[in-house]
T-cell receptor, first 114, second 118 residues
């Protein structure tokens, strides 16, 4: 059982480059989300989705785009990378409507923008 | 908006001793959930314990227990008989019970790095 799979694990970008962080889950979870983790700031919500075709902004959405065309995949796009986007990114998923459903996290992507 | 504060950036404890990590939160809601997550050097996020606000009884999971003080908006984690494998970053997190469309949006604290001394 793969759970939540994030690729790549590490990435280095130059300022202005674009890239997509991939997230896939095989648990048929309706809810998927992206967080960024920065030292001294914990994890902050970037974007989230409660089902295919539905996305919404979290606390820190600027500079990031998402789409949800399937239940399984929730990619995060950086259209023009900036040094301020250097961070560790986590994808997380869970069932909707089940209060005891825990949030399952991927193993993170460490992104460095130079 | 809800906020979660962990005022201890770093803590250390001798192996086999007990340590308590502090967490306070701010909310105007009466129904919510609180969590402690562990993040070892592998970067994996591991759910340690969960507390429902409507439950007065403090949650316990083996060596991990919480002291939930709803009126004081405090949610501390106690680790008994500390083991080397407990060394990690610990995050406190809040989630509203009334999740719009089921969105499990967690609000995290800043984290506490726990070191276990052998």
């Amino acid at each position: 059982n793969a759970g939540v799979t994030q690729t790549p694990k590490f990435q280095v970008l130059k300022t202005g480059q674009s890239m997509t962080l991939q997230c896939a889950q095989d648990m048929n979870h309706e809810y998927m989300s992206w967080y960024r983790q920065d030292p001294g700031m914990g994890l902050r919500l970037i974007h989230y989705s409660v089902g295919a075709g539905i996305t919404d902004q979290g606390e820190v959405p600027n500079g990031y785009n998402v789409s949800r065309s399937t239940t399984e995949d929730f990619p995060l796009r950086l259209l023009s990378a900036a040094p301020s986007q250097t961070s560790v990114y986590f994808c997380a998923s869970s069932y909707v409507g089940q209060e005891n459903s825990p949030l399952h996290f991927g193993n993170g992507t460490r992104l460095t923008v130079t | 908006a809800q906020t979660v504060t962990q005022s201890q950036p770093e803590m250390s404890v001798q192996e086999a001793e007990t340590v308590t990590l502090s967490c306070t939160y701010d909310t105007s809601e009466s129904d919510y959930y609180l969590f402690w997550y562990k993040q070892p050097p592998s970067r994996q996020m591991i759910l340690v314990i969960r507390q429902e606000a409507y439950k007065q009884q403090n949650a316990t999971e083996n060596r991990f227990s919480v002291n939930f003080q709803k009126a004081a908006k405090s949610f501390s984690l106690k680790i008994s008989d500390s083991q080397l494998g407990d060394a990690a970053m610990y995050f406190c997190a809040y989630r509203s019970a009334w999740a719009l469309q089921g969105a499990q949006k967690l609000v995290f604290g800043q984290g506490t790095r726990l070191t276990i001394n052998p």
